[in-house]
């Protein structure tokens, strides 16, 4: 895990621990052992710490934070190193992060190839620096940047680094080269000076105010995450205590965060992310053994909000579109709506103006499916219609090259269907994406019966490409996202139905942690669409709507968003909806009394008694139903597995990062107690089918000690594979 060489008389250890080169149990030990056989060795004047492969370090092994007590030995190899008698030069290329960089600051001299990355991202996970690193940066950078750097978790490059005085040098080729020519210029010289414990915080007198600015930008941007709070105190101790004192007290915090439910959260979040792509068909292909597809050209069908959103995804990602809309005045405007998407994102530094110019010399309209023959995958935007879309892939069929993948952007529709209406089902996929596209992460890719692994592989790699985080499901009514939030939206509105307000449900919603409750978000997205995709479900179904009914097809349902249309109140656009904007703030929800009153008329016409609602239930009623639902999703295979249902919601309904999902959540309050509840809602109200138990959780439920999360699946009966 560690590779002892002796180069004339230097001492290399190079830490060898792919991928990431983390610093697990025997990496710290090899370590240790390599310092102090470089310190007895006559040889050797210095000691050169650099990592094998892609990295240098990339901090703390994070599965290993589970073990009680792991972790303590990096401090100890971060005293050896610093107490080290011969001189210790870090050679940094590739990643500095984390546990890495505090090897880095326990070191005497820090090299690094200009290319390298810097940071402390353990904020990300809901932790600090617990080896020093909160103690020893400010006595290299200062407080401002120290403050900033930790508790913000980011990267930075290796130029900003060399500016603070993080580095020593940087350079240009092998970084472990210029370690051995920095090494000429550095053995003999002192070391006391080069040891941080040694050192003080050299803007100590102005560490009060600089805490209290950054604390307030910290509570503004990372509204309830205890850990930056914790890092920032812990950067003011570096001020304010002895180097020993502010190190006990770091390692305490670091204690309290290590066992907080929020880091618990996050880590599991962490892996949870990585595992998505790893996607698995039932028979047997994954990503590990398919190769995907290269998709050089592609076709967008529709310009409305979606298709544009779609199209400016490709793009920015340097992949050509065939933007295909037969209302040539939509195609204009979808053209203008991107080009002024693109200059948001210069003007936000997140790309340059060349680039954008590039990214629009990749567009090109189109007015028929004519021109789409030659792409190598089409994308298609209409809106959500099953006939519709089957009559576009008909065509498609038959105009495009026998090679060409055709993908669905719908949110619900069954792609085996859509996939029938063409000779060529192995190559149809859905592909699901989150609006607005061009910001929104998620891609829900779902595959059909037919789908095959190359046309699953290749939507999986271009998700990657334009930077989504893609999540593979199978096809069934609403997929996995809409189909497990569809319960969370039904009882908050049942609960205004029966006594709570919108804002009353909201505002416990974005307590326990939603960025914005169910209420805004429907004003936001408007009313008017959700009112259109009710209409469109009616006439599949052939029913006749009315707004004088509480059930509908033996379902409980709620009237009350369509009083809301009724009234022309179709959310922020119409600055009315839930909540009324004024036109000076008309991204502020402003509770309303008309509201209110129509809701009050509404169940006094219906009968139905209204009473007080507490927040607990809010919170079970919402997560309970969306939990219960997404164990049947489980259950039926349309996910794979737990963590990929946590992705969709972090991703696709900005569920808290800490949380880590209604999965995971369900987890942590134990999977009986959620059981007993659901039975307990299934029984007050019948009338709504998210509420029967899930035959899973039942069965998880009834074992005497509760399953972890990775078992869960195998409790699938073997029927229902
Ligand atoms: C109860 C009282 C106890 C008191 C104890 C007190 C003791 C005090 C001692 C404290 C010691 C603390 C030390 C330190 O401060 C803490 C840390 O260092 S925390 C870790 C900090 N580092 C990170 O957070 C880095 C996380 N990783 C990344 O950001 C990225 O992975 C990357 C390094 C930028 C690389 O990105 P990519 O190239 O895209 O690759 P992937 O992300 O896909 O990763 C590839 C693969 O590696 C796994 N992995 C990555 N980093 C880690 C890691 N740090 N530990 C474990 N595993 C890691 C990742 O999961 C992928 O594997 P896969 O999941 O695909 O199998």
Redesign the pocket.
């Known amino acids: 895990m560690v590779d002892y060489s002796v180069d004339r008389n230097l001492a290399i250890l190079g830490i060898n621990n792919p991928?990431?080169n983390?610093l697990s149990f025997h990496v710290r030990e090899g370590l240790f052992n390599g310092i102090k056989q470089a310190n007895a060795d006559r040889r050797v004047e210095a000691i050169v710490i650099t990592g094998k492969g892609k990295t240098y370090c990339?901090?703390?092994?994070?599965?290993e934070f589970s073990i009680?007590?792991a972790?303590?030995g990096?401090?100890t190899l971060g005293h050896r190193i610093e107490d080290s008698d011969k001189p210790v030069i870090s050679a940094i290329h590739g990643?500095a992060?984390?546990?890495g960089l505090?090897i880095a600051l326990f070191s005497h001299y820090r090299v690094a190839n200009k290319n390298a990355k810097i940071g402390f991202?353990?904020v990300?996970?809901g932790?600090l620096?617990?080896?020093e690193?909160t103690i020893r940066l400010p006595r290299v950078t200062g407080l401002a940047f120290a403050m900033d750097a930790i508790a913000s978790g980011r990267r930075f490059d290796a130029q900003e680094a060399h500016k603070h005085g993080i580095l020593d040098t940087i350079c240009d080729g092998d970084v472990l080269q210029e370690a051995k020519a920095f090494s000429k210029k550095i053995i003999g010289q002192p070391l006391d000076q080069r040891r941080l414990s040694k050192t003080h915080v050299k803007d100590a007198a102005d560490v009060d105010i600089k805490f209290e600015e950054a604390l307030a930008q910290i509570k503004r941007k990372y509204r309830g995450l205890i850990a930056p709070i914790l890092c920032l105190k812990s950067v003011r101790n570096s001020a304010k205590m002895s180097f020993d004192e502010a190190a006990a007290e770091e390692?305490r915090l670091?204690?309290e965060l290590?066992?907080s439910s929020q880091s618990i959260g996050l880590r599991y979040s962490f892996?949870a992310e990585?595992?998505a792509p790893k996607w698995k068909l039932p028979c047997g292909a994954c990503a590990d053994n398919t190769t995907p597809v290269d998709v050089k050209t592609t076709g967008v069908i529709g310009a409305g909000t979606m298709g544009s959103g779609i199209a400016v995804c490709l793009i920015r990602a340097g992949i050509p579109v065939i933007l295909v809309e037969k209302n040539q005045k939509m195609l204009d405007q979808a053209i203008k709506t991107i080009s002024r998407i693109l200059t948001g994102s210069v003007k936000l530094n997140r790309m340059t103006e060349k680039q954008r110019e590039h990214s629009l010399k990749l567009l090109k309209g189109a007015s028929t499916l004519d021109e789409l023959a030659g792409v190598d995958m089409v994308i298609e935007a209409v809106y959500e219609n099953l006939e519709l879309k089957r009559e576009i892939f008909h065509q498609l069929d038959k105009i495009c090259k026998s090679s060409t993948l055709l993908c669905s952007n719908t949110s619900t529709l069954d792609i085996d269907n859509i996939a029938s209406a063409t000779q060529r089902p192995d190559k149809v996929v859905g592909t699901h994406f989150f609006a607005p596209a061009y910001i929104m992460r998620l891609l829900e890719n779902v595959y059909g019966t037919k789908t095959s692994p190359t046309t699953v592989a290749t939507v999986m790699e271009l998700g990657k490409r334009i930077g989504k985080i893609c999540v593979l499901v199978k096809t069934c009514y609403a997929f996995v996202a809409n189909r497990t939030n569809q319960p969370f939206g039904a009882e908050a509105s049942f609960m205004v139905e029966e006594g709570a307000l919108p804002q009353d449900v909201d505002t416990v919603l974005e307590n326990f942690g939603m960025p914005m409750g169910p209420f805004k978000v429907s004003d936001l997205s408007g009313i008017d669409v959700g009112w259109r995709i009710r209409q469109e479900v009616a006439k599949a179904l052939g029913l006749k709507l009315t707004l004088e009914t509480r059930y509908r097809m033996g379902e409980r349902i709620t009237t009350l968003a369509d009083r809301l249309y009724e009234m022309g109140r179709y959310g922020i656009k119409t600055g009315k909806g839930w909540y009324r904007y004024e036109p000076t703030n008309p991204r502020k929800p402003i509770p309303d009394p008309d509201v209110a009153k129509m809701i009050q008329k509404h169940c006094m016409d219906m009968g139905i008694e209204r009473r007080n609602i507490p927040a607990q239930e809010v919170i079970e009623r919402c997560l309970f139903s969306a939990i219960n639902e997404s164990f049947r999703v489980l259950e039926q295979r349309i996910a794979e597995k737990p963590e990929d249902i946590d992705v969709i919601w972090q991703y696709g309904f900005s569920f808290p990062r800490y949380g880590g999902g209604p999965m995971f959540y369900a987890s942590q309050v134990g999977l009986k107690k959620v059981f007993e509840k659901i039975c307990i809602f299934h029984e007050q109200f019948p009338y709504s089918s998210h509420w029967v138990p899930s035959d899973l959780l039942r069965k998880l439920a009834s074992h005497s000690t509760e399953i972890p999360m990775d078992k869960w699946t195998q409790f699938i009966s073997s029927s229902k594979l």
């Open positions: 991928p990431v983390a990339s901090g703390a092994d994070i599965r009680p007590s972790g303590k990096l401090v990643n992060l984390g546990g505090e991202p353990e990300l996970i932790l620096p617990g080896a690193g390692m670091f204690g290590l066992t892996f990585r595992s």
